[in-house]
């Protein structure tokens, strides 16, 4: 079994995409640091928006933590190459995934698809750190890379077990087939960018 389908995952990413972060090196730690940080804020706001779902706090408050701490160790490893955190870019990916969204439903839609968009995220990071942890050249980047895949491995599976928790697990099964089908679909429409962790 492959590990994207482990992941759930419906489509693997391009295998080009390595190659091109190894060139975008400065562009790549830049949006990655970038995505830890808002990794961070999500799970603040989920926090804000659901203060009466006890787990899901009690769960996500050292998630936020942790993302933020990733954020600062991006930095680091940024300052110690000489490189500057660049600027925010668009993210074209995650837009197209908040598209699928459910619009006009009930909070307890909108908190399932923002668990499940959540989980998607984490799979498709989770993803590609195996990439860089397996495909670049620098020794250090590649332990630095791996350290990032089990962490985001775990995220995604809490962000399952969450959505199983609160919600029916047949519910969640199948609304998590169609962004699966979805997310494949937004990898084929987006260019392919080497200066993009998605």
């Known amino acids: ?8 995952l419906k489509l693997p990413t391009d295998p080009r995409w ?4 190894a060139i975008s090196l400065t562009d790549i730690l830049t949006d990655h640091a ?5 990794a961070a804020s999500s799970a603040i706001s989920l926090i804000q928006r659901n203060p009466n779902r006890v787990r899901l706090v009690e769960e996500l408050a050292p998630i936020v933590t942790e993302e933020w701490g990733h954020f600062r160790q991006v930095l680091a490893e940024m ?4 490189l500057q955190l660049g600027k925010q870019r668009k993210d074209d990916y995650v837009n197209a ?9 009930s909070a307890d839609d909108a908190l399932l698809d923002n668990l499940l968009i959540f989980a998607l995220i984490e799979a498709r990071s989770c993803e590609r750190f195996r990439l860089l942890s397996e495909g ?3 020794e250090y980047l590649r332990e630095f890379y791996r350290k ?20 029916d697990e047949e519910k969640v099964r199948n609304r998590w087939q169609e962004w699966l089908l979805r997310e494949a679909d937004i990898l084929k429409e987006i260019e392919v960018r080497g200066d993009r962790m998605h």
């Open 1 to 8: 079994m492959s590990k994207v389908s482990i992941l759930g």
């Open 18 to 21: 390595v190659n091109l972060a």
């Open 34 to 38: 970038y995505c830890e940080q808002k």
């Open 79 to 82: 300052k110690k190459r000489g």
């Open 97 to 105: 995934l908040l598209d699928f969204k459910v619009k006009g439903g």
């Open 136 to 138: 670049l050249e620098d």
């Open 148 to 167: 990032f895949m089990i962490s985001e491995a775990g995220h995604y599976r809490l962000f399952i077990d969450l959505a199983n928790e609160y919600f």
